[in-house]
């Protein structure tokens, strides 16, 4: 039996995108405008656990008031937190390994007007 090498090339590759396309991974956004608001939002990922790297990016965009926020892991250790009263505000956490179970980005909005984006990838 004689072997196309081409034949084999297209198998090969065939078969590294359904093993990357296997690898679980979850992608989430949340998007919110608010006005004149003084609360506490607070939004829940939970991460399974064979979850190996996570990553959160946080924007809020402020016309007036201030806004503040906290992303915390299951063993509630602090991984990113930012404030302001205006303008642009954004964090990252980079990639970061993940910890199994739930973890929680608190958002607090004093007298604030404005919007939030929040992207949540993992895998």
Same mark, same amino acid.
């Given at each position: 039996? !004689? !072997? =196309? ?9 065939? $078969?590294? /995108?359904?093993?990357? #396309?296997?690898?679980? %991974? *979850?992608? !989430?956004?949340?998007? #919110?405008?608010?006005?004149? %608001?003084?609360?506490?939002?607070? $939004? ?6 064979? *979850?190996?790297?996570?990553? $959160? ?12 926020? /906290? ?9 990113? =937190?930012?404030?302001?009263? +205006? ?20 958002? %607090? $909005?004093? =007298?604030?007007?404005? *919007? +939030? #984006? ?6």
């Amino acid at each position: 039996m !004689r !072997r =196309n090498p081409f034949l084999l090339s297209i198998l090969a590759v065939a $078969l590294l /995108v359904m093993v990357s #396309q296997a690898e679980s %991974k *979850t992608d !989430r956004e949340d998007h #919110q405008s608010f006005t004149n %608001k003084t609360d506490v939002r607070q $939004l829940t990922f939970d991460v399974p656990a064979m *979850t190996k790297k996570l990553r $959160l990016r946080v924007k809020v965009v402020l016309q007036s008031g201030r806004a503040s926020w /906290v992303l915390r892991d299951p063993n509630g250790t602090a991984h990113i =937190n930012g404030a302001g009263s +205006s303008g642009h505000l954004a964090g990252d956490t980079g990639e970061i390994e993940a910890i199994a179970g739930a973890w929680v980005l608190e958002l %607090k $909005l004093d =007298n604030a007007t404005g *919007t +939030s #984006q929040v992207n949540w990838a993992s895998h």
